[in-house]
């Protein structure tokens, strides 16, 4: 009889947060290669510290990270991301004394995503490609950060509200970026590469992913597929606080 696969990220039972303070409790959560995991929850809940923790970034209390069959809990951001982690953070975070192709140039590891690759999926950053990080848009930036996540060549990507606070053209080109990465292959010869998702617009994100996690006050209060937790409204509106009559 066959097996399942193991996960490509497994999270057991991690209680994590900033310094003595602890925001996450207990959270556990997999996602296997090539799958999309979306994380909501309402403001405030530990969605990003989530994130950051899965990079090396917090205080981590207790629990297991486990990557790739390797137990990675102990390690610092830059073997993570060596290790095929890449972040895409949700304040970007570019160099302004670089220019776009330089950024892309930098982090550059060998794959199928190269900056060629980047400027098809976006191609206002190649119109940009000779601009410092400081001469681009708020949407411009949150490519660029995208794209240089995307040449370290992951097998997880994680996406930190990648949307947020973007113009709704944007926000359709971002989404549509997202869809064709998850089309595309890992740049290692595998399959296309895990994305972890966190994002406030759940309708968008819950039908881009095949599972969820709900995240409260640090733990996770719901698990499940995506496209029955988005039938499901009035829960939704109790772990998320939303009006389904607005």
Request: proline share 4%.
């Amino acid at each position: 009889m066959a097996t399942d696969p193991a996960p490509l990220l497994a999270v057991q039972d991690l209680h994590a947060g900033h310094g003595a303070a602890r925001v996450l409790h207990g959270v556990s959560l997999q996602v296997a290669a090539g799958e999309t995991l979306v994380v909501i929850g309402r403001n405030g809940v530990g969605k990003t510290t989530l994130v950051e923790t899965l990079m090396g970034l917090t205080q981590r209390h207790a629990g297991q990270i486990m990557f790739a069959g390797q137990d990675i809990g102990d390690w610092p951001p830059h073997r993570r991301n060596r290790a095929g982690i890449a972040w895409v953070p949700q304040q970007r975070e570019v160099f302004a004394s670089l220019t776009v192709a330089e950024h892309l140039q930098v982090l550059a590891r060998p794959g199928s995503w190269d900056m060629a690759r980047v400027f098809e999926l976006f191609p206002r950053l190649h119109e940009r490609r000779k601009h410092h990080g400081d001469q681009l848009s708020g949407g411009e930036q949150q490519m660029l950060a995208m794209g240089r996540a995307l040449v370290t060549n992951p097998r997880l990507l994680l996406l930190d509200e990648p949307v947020e606070g973007l113009a709704p053209i944007v926000v359709l080109e971002m989404l549509a970026a997202i869809d064709k990465m998850q089309q595309g292959g890992d740049g290692r010869g595998g399959n296309a590469m895990a994305i972890l998702l966190v994002e406030q617009k759940y309708e968008l994100a819950l039908a881009r992913s095949q599972r969820c996690l709900v995240l409260d006050r640090g733990a996770v209060v719901h698990s499940g597929e995506s496209a029955a937790l988005l039938a499901q409204p009035a829960l939704i509106a109790q772990w998320l606080g939303v009006d389904q009559g607005a």
